[in-house]
């Protein structure tokens, strides 16, 4: 049997850190494991902005244990563990850095964010 070969239609990314701007989140939704939250980035690139997500739980305790309100800090730098209530909604646009592995590293084929870091601001030239 013979096959086409197409051009892919994304780009072929490697594991590593990245400039992204955050597109806002989803769920709760189920997961075999319990609820979870589903963070949607895009990844700049040369051509189109690549879409790339990752997962967290529900919980948003203010702590840096918790990944959801650690990759929110990295989003909006001026969340503390005195806010409320945190709305991704206003962020969505913010840039920041991620950090892209492999789903299973057996296996490599399939991108996921593993964390969300602060973009870094240029410096600004001396006087």
Known sequence: MKSTVVPASWVELEPGVYDATFQGREG????????????????????????????????????????????????????TDEVVTWDDEEFVGAKVLVVLEYQNPDDPGFLKVKDVQPCRTPRSEPK
Do not use: H, Y
């Not at 494991?33 to 980035?41: A, K, L, P, S, Y």
């Open 28 to 79: 709760p939704k189920l997961g075999e494991f319990g609820d979870f939250i589903v963070w949607n980035f895009n990844i700049l690139t040369e051509g189109e902005p690549e879409p790339m997500s990752g997962v967290s739980s529900t919980k948003f305790v203010a702590s840096r244990r918790c990944k959801g309100f650690r990759w929110a800090q990295a989003i909006d730098p001026t969340l």
